[in-house]
Nanobody
Framework: QVQLQESGGGLVQAGGSLRLSCENA????????MAWFRQAPGEERDFVAL????????YYSEAVEGRFTISRDNAKNTIFLQMNSLKLEDTAVYYC????????????????WGQGTQVTITS
């Protein structure tokens, strides 16, 4: 069972920071490869960052490399996205996703999705 719930989105000024969380609210024995995606108005859903089951592999899109950090706490069944030095172009709905196939950057490889949380950056 997988029920992903994002939290932590909001309104922040450019240059500021936000920390997103995504919890699997359902008890499970499976530790998934997980990722963050985002979708801006009128755009397709784009890859942001991924983390494998135990956090030994992390990968970021070029757009966020050096500014965002993905992490996870498997004891709490939660992944995080620390977002620093935010830019206007980071404005989007951010989605948490889990994959039973592996840690991919392709949206179609993910089996489970959260409802999304809005991140809006202001100038």
């Amino acid at each position: 069972q997988v029920q992903l719930q994002e939290s932590g989105g909001g309104l922040v000024q450019a240059g500021g920071s936000l920390r997103l969380s995504c919890e699997n609210a359902e008890r499970t024995d499976t530790i998934y490869d997980m990722a963050w995606f985002r979708q801006a108005p009128g755009e397709e859903r784009d890859f942001v960052a991924l983390i494998n089951q135990y956090g030994s592999i992390k990968y970021y899109s070029e757009a966020v490399e050096g500014r965002f950090t993905i992490s996870r706490d498997n004891a709490k069944n939660t992944i995080f996205l620390q977002m620093n030095s935010l830019k206007l172009e980071d404005t989007a709905v951010y989605y948490c996703a889990a994959s039973s196939q592996g840690p991919y950057t392709n949206v179609h490889k993910y089996d489970y999705w959260g409802q999304g949380t809005q991140v809006t950056i202001t100038s």
